[in-house]
């Protein structure tokens, strides 16, 4: 099995840096090759500042590059709606693909590309970064094993001075974006959640104010799950603070745990005694690594994909329930079959 796979890049602006600030470090498997952006600038100051300004193939059309370079796997890190084109166009040139939060847009899409993948046998990793820690692997453990008791509710809580800080941009064009401040960043808050309760939300009520804008600013979510658990989204944009927090109350036990990975605490009572954690054990064998460093050992079969596009499916589903449940002011009951 080859040891080098050769990496193209949909997409060199924003967030796209941190995925290749972890290449260059920690990822050798992974050859950055080639870049596309719509905008050549982006791509030439991606290569300048982050690949050594190597001589170094550019496209402004990302299905050029595919047909041009021998690909091995694909990043895609552009606006939210033109995830599932590019996913697809890179699973159907027989290329991996890792891309950004949210997967796509809608749900009919989600099982698209789903299905996409596996017919091509291709891994399609969602590069959410606190799926990928050691902390989530725990809590997950935790939450499905019945250590901490019925799961009960499930709180997601976001802050962020959201509004002015996208202001003119690409993140408060619906065409572009698909929402607002709950697509963009909340979309880690709730893949996190949807994650480790790991059953499918089945019913959702939604309020939502765009405070003047175009997409959504502020929102709550008030949510069910097919295992019982009831759970809450707010979605902060307008707000000159950051947090970022989810808190799952079980009948036994508490578990709070950042949508990141940090922040981890388990607080509970058990035959008796009272018990707390504040991280996870030292025999625990599953480590946190990066999107791409798991992305580079599926590949390459030497470990499973964290994060999959089934959960990309059950965020597509809840996205949109909750955005139909906004415009229409009613409860919504979302699909539970996944693909």
């Not at 600030?21 to 950055?32: D, T």
């Not at 190597?54 to 033109?82: F, G, N, W």
């Not at 690594?289 to 992305?295: D, G, K, S, Y």
Request: hydrophobic letters at 40%.
């Amino acid at each position: 099995m080859k040891k080098t796979i050769r990496l193209g890049i949909i997409g060199c602006g924003g967030f796209v840096r941190f995925h290749v600030n972890h290449i260059n470090q920690h990822v050798p498997e992974l050859k950055i090759v080639a870049l596309c952006d719509i905008i050549k600038e982006h791509a030439e100051k991606l290569n300048k500042d982050m690949l050594g300004g190597k001589q170094m193939p550019i496209y402004l059309d990302y299905r050029r590059m595919l047909r041009k370079e021998k690909l091995d796997a694909v990043h895609v890190s552009t606006p939210h709606t033109l995830h599932f084109a590019h996913a697809y166009g890179a699973l159907s040139a027989g290329c991996h693909v890792m891309v950004d939060k949210p997967m796509v847009t809608n749900s009919r899409l989600a099982r698209k590309l789903v299905a996409k993948a596996r017919q091509a046998r291709r891994k399609l990793s969602v590069a959410i970064q606190g799926t990928h820690t050691d902390t989530f692997a725990y809590s997950r453990q935790l939450l499905s094993d019945g250590s901490l008791g019925r799961q009960q509710l499930v709180t997601g809580v976001l802050a962020q001075g959201w509004m002015k800080g996208t202001r003119g941009r690409w993140r408060q064009d619906p065409a572009l974006s698909g929402g607002g401040q709950l697509y963009d960043s909340c979309a880690h808050v709730i893949g996190s959640m949807l994650y480790l309760v790991d059953s499918d939300p089945v019913e959702v009520f939604c309020w939502a104010d765009n405070c003047g804008c175009k997409v959504d600013i502020n929102a709550v979510a008030c949510l069910k799950f097919a295992n019982g658990c009831m759970g809450s989204i707010t979605s902060g944009g307008n707000c000159d603070s950051w947090k970022s927090h989810l808190i799952f109350q079980c009948e036994q036990a508490k578990l709070e745990i950042s949508p990141h990975g940090g922040d981890f605490s388990v607080q509970g009572r058990k035959d008796n005694m009272s018990f707390e954690m504040k991280s996870v054990p030292a025999k625990w064998k599953i480590p946190s690594v990066t999107p791409a460093r798991n992305f580079a050992e599926a590949i390459l079969g030497k470990a499973p994909l964290r994060c999959t596009g089934e959960l990309g499916i059950r965020m597509a589903d809840l996205m949109d329930g909750i955005y139909l449940s906004a415009r229409t002011n009613k409860p919504v009951k979302l699909r539970s079959k996944k693909a």
